[in-house]
């Protein structure tokens, strides 16, 4: 299938609970159907979902009709949720488009409030006002959304202002009055300068357009026949002089000798290829070498390419080869200095990622900013809390003074990072970290030595069993300094941080499922790697049964290994040796379907809870009996803690999946 490139497996059956559960909470039921049909497939047309939905609810009377699956796609692909992929034409008709549901942006969803809040925290109010704006819409131009942002930062910015002064115990005197233009003009501003700020931060990215060309099979090289038919290039050449001296001599003969000679040739399949490629160049004494002329005909394919590539840019109608250069050069350096990805309409390929009102005349020349199309930037946010989790790591194991420390590394690496799982971060001299205002306030003032101070800390955290700093360099000296060393340069191992975190993790969820011993036994077999079940016994301080019922608890669950290491060939157990070990990646993969199915529970949970009592919800200012008031706070706590739960699984599958 077309859409094999992307996706590589199938969901699991987890995954494809959890993305179901979101798609139909926050998109609707048919949604969820067309969803459930693209999980359950490689990537499907729009006739076959609509026949693959057709056929599933063929009993009933509600089976979507084909303008509600369009509807239904179009909502999935404006919210980031649908890949689409072109495919091929297939028996000689137009090249369509595959569907793909991408699980991972599913997933992405359930962490918007963690998005929000950090928006808020890196730009304000105004931070916080965009990126729900982009969230809520998935994909947004300036040039639509801006009035609603700004409309909704006055409505904020209004009731802050209520809640002073109703902490101050004034009267609330701007509750009645409109939001007028020139607070509106204030609010555009604001939120113009905080949405750039957020593009050069890379808080929210650009939609680039959908590419639907379909991928041509590339051409095969003219190699020699030796190479691509496993024969003698000696007894190739004999073939061809001989099929050519018979050509010649039918040729004289007569015509119909030469078609029945030349449909036996083309059956056996010998001379088929020889007709495709060159005329044979004249045998000589020296032969080029096989290596020399697959280099010869690699540059020849690549310069071909490149031809082939500059052709695309010449105009259509014939002209001077100095006006297409021309031409050339005039397109490439305008494309260059202004993209036109999110606003080209000169076909389909758009019509999926922005509307067709960008450029309705057809032309992408004139390209305006505020036209294009953006959405949250999933690495920046995602490299942002796993900077979080790691200066929370380094606070908790030690103190605040060694979390400032990594705050400050963090900080001056941020700017050279790309991607959102980098292994460490930028390297940093000590005398930098010195030098840095946040580390001089958290180090204690009463100090005899902080320089010395600010060492001990580094070296602490570079002994950590975790490992959360590495030293990458040893120290320079340069006189020129007021300090003449630099005591090295140091990085924060996010990597380790994060591996040490899920193992953590791991354990913690093995203790609480199966007992202190079981997870007595999983750090046993993940320090000595492979044991025998008696000396797992031995060592875990457990009887030879209950480590056997813990070992097989464990191993029915998929946490463990086992390997048979027989002693006869008749596999007698008696005289068998059981090795136990523990695959670290399958065991976290288990764990991480576990997190997913409870999710989706509390998630159901929730919703029931909700739906059950919504009327009393709805009244929910207006109670007064005290047995209402009862139901109505039982049934805040209830959700309350309903929602700190999916929160923590949330925080642990972000763990497993996204660091």
Not at 392 to 407: L, S
Request: aromatic share 6%.
């Amino acid at each position: 299938m077309a859409a094999g490139d992307k996706k590589a497996a199938f969901a699991t059956r987890s995954e494809r609970a959890l993305v179901l559960s979101i798609v139909r909470e926050d998109f609707g039921d048919v949604a969820e159907k067309v969803a459930e049909a693209l999980l359950r497939s490689e990537g499907l047309r729009l006739a076959e979902i609509a026949h693959k939905l057709q056929r599933q609810t063929a009993a009933s009377s509600s089976a979507p009709s084909v303008h509600e699956i369009k509807c239904a796609l179009l909502k999935l692909l404006q919210h980031n949720v649908l890949d689409v992929t072109p495919v091929a034409a297939t028996r000689g008709g137009a090249p369509t488009v595959a569907y793909n549901i991408n699980v991972q942006e599913a997933l992405y969803r359930l962490r918007f409030p963690k998005f929000i809040e950090q928006a808020k925290e890196a730009f304000g109010v105004e931070g916080e006002v965009v990126m729900e704006e982009i969230l809520v819409q998935g994909r947004v131009r300036m040039d639509q959304s801006f009035e609603t942002m700004a409309y909704n930062l006055a409505e904020q910015r209004r009731q802050e202002q209520k809640l002073k002064a109703q902490e101050n115990g004034e009267a609330a005197a701007a509750e009645e009055e409109e939001i007028g233009e020139e607070e509106l003009d204030e609010c555009r501003h604001l939120l113009r300068e905080a949405f750039v700020e957020m593009a050069k931060k890379r808080y929210i990215s650009r939609v680039h357009p959908l590419d639907l060309k379909v991928a041509e099979p590339e051409e095969t090289p003219d190699f020699p026949a030796s190479i691509m038919r496993g024969q003698d290039k000696g007894s190739t050449s004999n073939l061809n002089s001989k099929s050519a001296a018979a050509n010649g001599a039918g040729n004289g003969a007569n015509a119909n000798g030469v078609n029945k000679s030349g449909k036996a040739a083309d059956e056996d399949g010998i001379t088929v290829r020889g007709k495709k490629r060159k005329a044979p160049s004249p045998p000589s004494g020296s032969t080029v070498p096989v290596e020399l002329q697959m280099m010869l005909d690699a540059d020849e394919a690549a310069r071909k390419e490149k031809d082939g590539s500059e052709a695309e840019w010449e105009p259509s109608s014939a002209s001077s080869s100095t006006s297409s250069r021309g031409s050339k050069r005039k397109k490439n350096s305008k494309r260059a200095k202004l993209p036109t990805r999110g606003t080209s309409s000169g076909d389909g390929t758009t019509g999926g990622e922005t509307s067709g009102e960008d450029a309705p005349d057809g032309s992408g020349a004139h390209t305006d900013e505020r036209s294009l199309v953006w959405r949250f930037g999933v690495t920046q946010l995602l490299r942002d809390l796993r900077h979080k989790a790691c200066i929370r790591f380094a606070t908790e194991n030690i103190n605040a003074v060694a979390g400032v420390i990594v705050t400050a590394m963090l900080e001056h690496s941020a700017p050279r990072e790309r991607e959102k799982d980098e292994p460490t971060s930028a390297p940093v001299s000590a005398r930098d970290l010195f030098n840095m205002e946040s580390v001089k306030k958290a180090l204690p003032a009463e100090a005899n030595n902080p320089w010395r101070l600010l060492l001990n800390y580094v070296m602490v955290m570079c002994r950590d069993k975790s490992g959360m700093v590495m030293k990458v360099a040893q120290e320079a000296f340069d006189p020129t300094q007021a300090r003449a060393g630099d005591g090295g340069q140091y990085v924060v191992h996010m990597q380790k941080i994060v591996e040490f975190l899920q193992q953590a993790t791991t354990h913690a969820y093995i203790q609480d499922k199966y007992g202190v011993a079981s997870a007595r036994i999983v750090r046993l077999l993940m320090e000595k790697r492979q044991l025998e079940q008696k000396t797992i016994g031995e060592l875990a301080l457990l009887p030879s049964n209950d480590a056997r019922h813990r070992l097989y608890e464990l191993y029915t669950d998929k946490l463990l290994k086992m390997q048979e290491i027989p002693k006869r060939a008749d596999h007698n157990p008696a005289f068998t040796f059981f090795c136990w070990s523990v695959d670290v990646p399958q065991m976290q993969t288990r764990v991480t379907e576990r997190v997913q199915d409870s999710l989706c529970r509390l998630r159901r949970r929730r919703k029931f809870e909700a739906e059950e009592n919504k009327e009393l919800i709805a009244r929910s200012e207006q109670l007064v009996e005290v047995n209402d008031l009862d139901k109505f706070d039982k049934l805040s706590r209830s959700l309350d803690r309903l929602d700190r739960a999916i929160i923590h699984l949330d925080s642990m599958l972000m763990l497993y999946r996204d660091f």
